[in-house]
Nanobody
Framework: QVQLVESGGGLVQAGGSLRLSCAAS????????MGWYRQAPEKQRELVATITSAGSTNYADSVKGRFTISRDNAKNTVYLQMNSLKPEDTADYYC???????????????WGQGTQVTVSS
């Protein structure tokens, strides 16, 4: 069974930095895409950043220039470096991935369990 496990969340003051990690484990043949989303209290889940297996990235306008997504394909791990954090970045952060368990298996989508980020003013 494949699962995504996030880590690195916590409490930080405004202007500070955090680095989130998300590791995929289990029987994995390939991961086409990995990404980060966030959900603040009483708000909808929103895209933060995504990265393909080739390294193409996409960011929400609200985090451009402050957050950097990267991945280690050998470790099936995606990272989110968050700098210049603001109180409005406070949310539960979730990673997701589209992957195959074997060469002939169909792609499917999976979510992690989330990690909490709190930015104090």
């Amino acid at each position: 069974q494949v699962q995504l496990v996030e880590s690195g969340g916590g409490l930080v003051q405004a202007g500070g930095s955090l680095r989130l990690s998300c590791a995929a484990s289990g029987s994995i043949f390939s991961i086409a895409y990995m990404g980060w989303y966030r959900q603040a209290p009483e708000k909808q889940r929103e895209l933060v950043a995504t990265i393909t297996s080739a390294g193409s990235t996409n960011y929400a306008d609200s985090v451009k220039g402050r957050f950097t997504i990267s991945r280690d394909n050998a470790k099936n791990t995606v990272y989110l470096q968050m700098n210049s954090l603001k109180p409005e970045d406070t949310a539960d952060y979730y990673c997701d991935a589209i992957l195959r368990r074997s060469r002939d298996a169909p792609q499917y989508h999976i979510w992690g369990q989330g990690t909490q980020v709190t930015v104090s003013s």
